[in-house]
Antibody, heavy 123, light 107 residues
């Protein structure tokens, strides 16, 4: 059974850099039939896609985050990571990692998600 | 970016009711749309992908339809465990975008 688990500091100060890691178990992150993504949800609000990465390192980012976001992959650890710079209170959210599968007819919606980790930006 | 307009934002319904939620895309997204159910404190759960394909393990009372710009999620007979918030997601192109959500409450 595939499992994704987010890990991170829980609390970050304004202007600092947020770093989160998603550990994938029960399957290989190097499988070329999957993208891996990050999605966040501010408290009481909707979902926002942040970016995707392929095992080869190809990335796609949400332009709303401008140049603040970087996603990387470590195939040796079966992990991928999110880095968000210059955080503000607006970045307070539950952060999810998720898998996006490829079907014969194309790339489908995220099917496996981590449980989410709350990240609070506060001094 | 493609805008996804979801309606209604909330609804009240009774167990056994037929419930319909719609999503409209700001441009043609073919059938590249998914539907999710989210319960408080939990991650979203995929119900439907490619607009009408039922995700494995999801009850058959959930169905999806539509293509192009207009999409519908239908729950044929609402069950107590279906009270939750539902989101659509367009994955036609980047940036991927979600609808604003529909909260289904008990009448």
């Amino acid at each position: 059974q595939l499992q994704l688990q987010e890990s991170g500091p829980g609390l970050v100060k304004p202007s600092e850099t947020l770093s989160l890691t998603c550990t994938v178990s029960g399957g290989s992150i190097s499988n070329n039939n999957y993208y891996w993504g990050w999605i966040r949800q501010p408290p009481g609000k909707g979902l926002e896609w942040l970016g995707n990465i392929y095992y080869s390192g190809n990335t796609y980012y949400n332009p709303s985050l401008k140049s603040r976001v970087t996603i990387s992959v470590d195939t040796s650890k079966n992990q991928f990571s999110l880095r968000l710079t210059s955080v503000t209170a607006a970045d307070t959210a539950v952060y999810y990692c998720a898998r996006r599968p490829r079907h014969s007819s194309g790339w489908a919606s995220f099917d496996y998600w981590g449980q989410g980790t709350l990240l609070t930006v506060s001094s | 970016a493609i805008q996804m307009t979801q309606s209604p934002s909330s609804l009240s319904a009774s167990v056994g009711d037929r419930v319909t939620i719609t999503c409209r895309a700001s441009q043609d997204i073919r059938n590249d749309l998914g539907w999710y159910q989210q319960k408080p404190g939990k991650a979203p759960n995929l119900l439907i992908y490619f607009a009408s394909s039922l995700q494995s393990g999801v009850p058959s009372r959930f169905s999806g339809s539509g293509s192009g710009t207009d999409f519908t999620l239908t729950i044929s007979s609402l069950q107590p465990e279906d009270f939750a918030t539902y989101y659509c997601l367009q994955d036609y192109n980047f940036p991927l975008t979600f609808g604003g959500g529909t909260k289904v409450e008990i009448k």
